[in-house]
């Protein structure tokens, strides 16, 4: 296994701590994911999936443990500084983007986030072109419609947007935050075989949270399950390869000791 570029040690997170109110969401959370391994994170409403996402992404400060990115502890960095080398897709497709601008503009601010502040020309010849490059593949069109405002463009299209501006810059690590869960089931096979595609062309560190586990089988060179705020399960691919849902959904049943019946585990 080659070196990780992600590396968490002893992550803890407690939400209202010493209050009647208090939550442990991430307990002891241990997990180091070498340089473009794609790994998919499933677990029930709860299980700490998201929350893992956004201690990775700097959304608030950590209770214990570390973040360590190509070996730099960025566990301290503001969300604003990690945005410089961590991309993020949402679940709601409307997050990523900013609506009134128009598809070059969000470009030109995702190529610009990873560099140093300063005034510079935000749409240049070069990136436009590179623009067209990046969109081209998408399948959708958009590669001729830069100067068209992004609130115009369907959920599927906006979505396609905020993967291709959470890539275009090939950042260290790039996080999914069930981000095909808004879409149609359609739309959402295209987000997916999209996102497969970018992620080997451009070999990026990859965490992806879903509540599909059907997604997660196929998805990904490992597989991980979280219950209680801890990681009960990491399948490598071989492991994965072998697994059926309703073997995942056993596996679940030992570690977890629950039923399933009204989980929207399943229900996607």
Known sequence: MSAAA?????????????????????????????????????????????????ATAGTFPLTA?????????????????????????????????????????????????????GLRRGVTKQRRALMREQLGPLGMGLEERLGAEVNKLSGGQRQALSLVMSTIAEPRLLLLDEHTAALDPKVAA??????????????????????????ALRWGDRLIMMHGGRIVLDLD?????????????AKFH???????AVDRLLLD
Not at 237 to 249: F, M, N, P, T
């Open 6 to 54: 992600l590396e968490i040690k002893g992550l803890r997170k407690v939400f209202f701590p010493g209050t009647a109110n208090q939550v442990v969401a991430l307990e002891q959370i241990d997990l180091a994911v070498p340089q473009a391994q794609f790994v998919s994170i499933i677990g029930s409403n709860g299980s700490g999936k998201s929350t893992l996402l956004n």
């Open 65 to 117: 443990g570390s973040i360590e990115l190509d070996g730099r502890d960025v566990s301290k960095l503001a969300e604003h500084v990690r945005s410089r080398f961590v991309g993020r897709v949402f679940q709601d497709p409307r997050a990523g983007t900013a609506p009134s601008m128009t598809i070059e503009e969000n470009l030109a601010i995702a190529l610009m986030r990873c560099k140093r502040s």
């Open 190 to 215: 295209t987000i997916m075989e999209l996102t497969g595609a970018i992620v080997a062309e451009k070999r990026l560190t990859t965490l992806m949270v879903t509540h599909n586990m059907e997604l």
């Open 237 to 249: 691919a071989e492991q994965k390869k072998r697994l059926g849902v309703s073997d995942l959904i």
């Open 254 to 260: 030992e570690v977890a000791g629950e039923a399933f």
